[in-house]
């Protein structure tokens, strides 16, 4: 069986996480799957996906790390060659990357209790996004 | 065709790296699956799965990376609002990401000679882990 | 369904960023697989795969924010047992991971129109890599 939805997400850009763990739940039950597999997806180069405990601290204390990885306020080749300005979303959506895989078992995640799927938006500026939801399985 | 296991790993938490290569290889042998795919998860926001060759030296140095990316003496906003002092294993986990998906061909993981599958508990105690080993696929 | 192909690249090495986007499609076109999923990965632990803009800029950034995580220079515990020389490869390669899984729909890879499959080659010398690319779904 196969499943796909695409969502669409407002986001402020600068590593704003968004929990999307409902909307996720909410594609599992629409596609039928008992078992099989969540994959969610961003399109896109300035964006990842990962799961976190969505309360405001611990997201704050991730996008502290990740400046550390890749600090806005250094020099991006990416901008001097395009202009852009947001080099450092690019090697952070690099390192994060827009993919992960969680299975489905008799029809739910298998998400634990404090555990949120979210997504990342890195770019350096308000974005509209379309995540991809889809389910694979069989009924 | 759908197979799913879920095996317990006691760890010592601070970012023990076990290998569960063994008993993944297991799970594909009892799948009865000949080509399709191995999905590792771990349940809960203080742990990640990823591959490594095994061997003290190589999990000692990455250690020392993830200390760079998330160190543990910082002050975390985590911490300050829940008390748990395990703010810095939240941002690794984040980081390193809970689910793996690795091929199987003609029964077998597509793994290289000395890359193994591997759980790694960031949390700052032991802990006891379930990690779920899912196998989707053709016979 | 089920399809996998190995496809061969010959790298440099040291962080080598190789587009593979190009050989994935056709693989896609290859499978007959209408709706489903590509996994990409690459055997050997001292190489990933991820999704970036492939242009010279922001693959020189990337690669000078994985030497922040893992410096080239430092001291590995894993040079000093086993005398490869490439420790710093192998934390590279376990932080970002071997294995990237794309959704397939309507027999196109759901990319961004600036977002490529790339495998990273971390190792500290030329190498010829397999990467394996896998299809499963439904035709």
């Known amino acids: 069986m196969h499943f796909v939805k695409s969502i669409d997400i407002e986001t402020e850009g ?3 996480v968004i929990d999307v763990t409902e909307r996720a739940t909410e594609a599992v039950a629409s596609s039928g799957v008992v078992n099989g597999l969540l ?5 896109g180069s300035t964006a990842a ?3 976190i405990e969505f309360e405001p601290g611990v997201v704050a204390d991730l996008k502290e790390a990740i400046e550390r990885v890749a600090p806005e306020g250094l020099r991006y080749s990416h901008d001097a060659r395009w202009g852009d300005g947001n080099g450092f979303s690019h090697v952070r959506a690099a390192f994060m990357k827009p993919s992960l895989t969680v299975p489905i078992v008799d029809r739910a995640l298998t998400l634990g209790t404090w555990q949120q799927l979210v997504l990342i938006d890195f770019d350096n ?3 509209k996004r379309a995540l ?3 389910v694979i399985g069989v009924a």
Chains 1, 2, 3 share one sequence.
């Open 14 to 16: 600068f590593s704003d």
């Open 132 to 134: 991809l939801l889809q």
């Open 49 to 51: 996906v990962t799961t």
């Open 39 to 43: 994959t969610l997806f961003v399109p």
């Open 125 to 127: 500026r308000p974005r």
